[in-house]
Structures are given as structure tokens and as C-alpha cells.
């Protein structure tokens, strides 16, 4: 998943396909016709899905995720639904295997760059989501996320710009 500099910085996504060394991909598609940043995706196996967040810039900057479904090398989507209301950066989606719904962890421009996530579920193309939570209530940057299978827990790393830009991880 992409921002197409080359077509107005719209979002698209493109099926990669591994065999042995070589990769090949098929045709892009289209998830939002606007202005894209910060986009991230993540594997849903319950849903079978895969889930795209990224910022709106043709709707006020608002994080915004849709499901997309692979079949061969094509992909397709469900409509887009907006997660955070506010501007919102370094979006990063990470699935959460034992709760079977994935997390997108953000930086919130309404709360003063705050640290956020909220927790997605995948319902055929749909996407619905909970309430945001906070993770770090200070300014956030360059947010990365993994999912630990041993503590079957989600690990948020990123970057405290109010905290001397010291490199913080939450659980």
C-alpha cells in the first residue's frame, strides 16, 4: 500500500507475489481517490482480510482505514471509514492474533500530537471501530507496532518528541 506520487498522491496498493528469489506484482488499484500520507497495513487472518490506515488529505487530514481483499494478484476494497476525526500521523496497524482484530496506533493533532490507538474489526469489506486509547500523553512521532505472541500483547515503539525525542515503547 502506497501513496501514488505520479497520480495526484492518491492511495493505491498493488498483490506482490514470491517465488523463490524473484517477485512479481499485479495491477494497482485505487483505495482512496484524494491525497494520501502515512499509510500502513496489516494481515487480518480471522477476517482474511488486510487492513489499510492512512491520512486523508482530501478529507481534513482524518485517519482513515479500509479493508481491502486479495483474490490472485488483484485486490479490491470496501469503503473507507474514518477512525480519528482530527489530523493524524504515523499510523501504524499491527493484528492482534489472540484478540483477532488489529490495532491502529496514531499520533492525534487534536489532543497535541498525543499518542493513540483504537481497536479495528473487520466485518466482510467493513471496518468498524472502539473507542481511542491513549498511549502516551505527550507528543508522538515515527510510531511502529509489532504484535508479541508469547505475551500475546501489541508492543508500540516511537518517538517522544516531548521527552528530549527519546525513543519509548509502550504495551
Known sequence: AYRDDGN??????VVATVS???????SAATFES???EET???YDANAQKVLIAYRDDGNNQRGTAVVGTVS????SFGSPAVYN???TNYNAVVYDANAQKSVIAYSDSASGTHGKCVVATISGTSVSFGSAATFENSGVAYI???YDASAQKVVLAYQNGSDSS?????V
Open 40 to 42: 500502513s497495513i496489516a
Open 72 to 75: 490472485g494478484t488483484s485486490i
Open 144 to 146: 511502529s507496532g509489532v
Open 20 to 26: 523463490g528469489t524473484s517477485i512479481s506484482f499485479g
Open 166 to 170: 527519546k525513543g519509548k515503547a509502550a
Open 34 to 36: 484524494a491525497g494520501t
Open 8 to 13: 495526484s498522491g492518491y492511495g493505491k496498493a
Open 85 to 87: 476525526t482530527a489530523a
